[in-house]
């Protein structure tokens, strides 16, 4: 049995896209990154991309954990044999694998932190383009808590996400968050009760994939583009050549033509909504 579970969720619009929930599946361990739970993962991953009928992925954690970081003896080995002078980096890039596989996702993601989020279970939410916190998530780098420089980019993420304060104060001071407190600074989008969670973020990731998934996923692209850019006229000019793209589109054409039929449909006296 692997130790990642995969649940196609469907909305009530047999049209839209459905949601792929993604749910790391090691209690016992915390769901940590084993090097089988990244391999399950990315496997996962690869099956969600591959299956057209997806719009968006959640990705959370069984009870009760979200992810409670790197397996630490794969950790252990790592310093090991970098102590012994042996080259690690291919078993340390191994380990952010997991995450970086979500990172890479072209569509919507979304998580969905039920618990702790601690390390490389961080930097798995940190992945993703949207958090929803449950009460009882916990964001913890820990990194400097067990002698050892953040990884993945960890840093750069927290930076892009919540600014160099936010960064410095988890990181180097060691501050954790709860899930309010993870809104308040803005690591989060929401925080709700933990046992409306899930459906909370399968709700919101719906809205995701109801949008033409190759749509989505240019505007995904185009958000990751414009956020390097340092003046408007350029992110206007890197809009204008996706909007040309939507408007050649097929999906565009049958959208517009199912707004007019609904406005056609509509009583005089209704006032447009």
């Given at each position: 049995?692997?130790?990642?579970?995969?649940?196609?969720?469907?909305?009530?619009?047999?049209?839209?896209?459905?949601?792929?929930?993604?749910?790391l599946?090691?209690?016992?361990?915390?769901?940590?990154?084993s090097?089988?739970?990244?391999?399950?993962?990315?496997?996962?991953?690869?099956?969600?991309?591959?299956?057209?009928?997806?719009?968006?992925?959640?990705?959370?954690?069984?009870?009760?954990?979200?992810?409670?970081?790197?397996?630490?003896?794969?950790?252990?080995s790592?310093?090991?044999?970098?102590?012994?002078?042996?080259?690690?980096?291919?078993?340390?890039?191994?380990?952010?694998?997991?995450?970086?596989?979500?990172?890479?996702?072209?569509?919507?993601?979304l998580?969905a932190?039920?618990?702790?989020?601690?390390?490389?279970?961080?930097?798995?939410?940190?992945?993703?383009?949207?958090?929803?916190?449950?009460?009882?998530?916990?964001?913890?780098?820990?990194?400097?808590?067990?002698?050892?420089?953040?990884?993945?980019?960890?840093?750069?993420?927290?930076?892009?996400?919540?600014?160099?304060?936010?960064?410095?104060?988890?990181?180097?001071?060691?501050?954790?968050?709860?899930?309010?407190?993870?809104?308040?600074?803005?690591?989060?989008?929401?925080?709700?009760?933990?046992?409306?969670?899930?459906?909370e973020?399968?709700?919101?990731?719906?809205?995701?994939?109801?949008?033409?998934?190759?749509?989505?996923?240019?505007?995904?692209?185009?958000?990751?583009?414009?956020?390097?850019?340092?003046?408007?006229?350029?992110?206007?000019?890197?809009?204008?050549?996706?909007?040309?793209?939507?408007?050649?589109?097929?999906f565009?054409?049958?959208?517009?033509?199912?707004?007019?039929?609904?406005?056609?449909?509509?009583?005089?006296?209704?006032?447009?909504?």
């Amino acid at each position: 049995m692997g130790l990642v579970r995969l649940e196609l969720r469907r909305g009530d619009d047999d049209a839209a896209g459905s949601v792929a929930l993604v749910t790391l599946d090691d209690p016992a361990r915390r769901n940590t990154m084993s090097m089988q739970l990244v391999t399950d993962l990315v496997g996962i991953m690869d099956a969600i991309e591959g299956d057209p009928t997806v719009g968006a992925v959640v990705v959370t954690g069984a009870p009760p954990a979200f992810c409670a970081g790197a397996d630490l003896g794969n950790l252990a080995s790592q310093g090991e044999s970098a102590a012994a002078g042996t080259s690690v980096q291919a078993g340390l890039r191994s380990i952010y694998e997991g995450f970086l596989r979500v990172a890479r996702c072209p569509l919507p993601t979304l998580a969905a932190v039920n618990g702790a989020a601690v390390g490389a279970g961080m930097n798995l939410a940190l992945a993703c383009d949207v958090r929803i916190a449950g009460r009882a998530a916990r964001f913890d780098t820990r990194f400097l808590d067990l002698g050892l420089h953040p990884g993945g980019g960890h840093t750069f993420m927290l930076e892009r996400i919540g600014g160099p304060q936010l960064a410095a104060a988890l990181v180097l001071f060691g501050q954790r968050l709860d899930g309010r407190a993870a809104v308040e600074h803005g690591l989060a989008w929401a925080c709700v009760d933990d046992d409306d969670l899930l459906e909370e973020a399968v709700t919101l990731a719906m809205r995701a994939a109801s949008a033409p998934r190759p749509l989505a996923a240019r505007t995904k692209e185009t958000l990751g583009r414009v956020g390097s850019l340092e003046a408007h006229d350029e992110a206007v000019e890197v809009e204008l050549a996706a909007q040309l793209w939507s408007l050649g589109q097929p999906f565009f054409a049958e959208r517009l033509a199912q707004l007019r039929n609904r406005l056609a449909a509509r009583p005089a006296d209704e006032a447009p909504s």
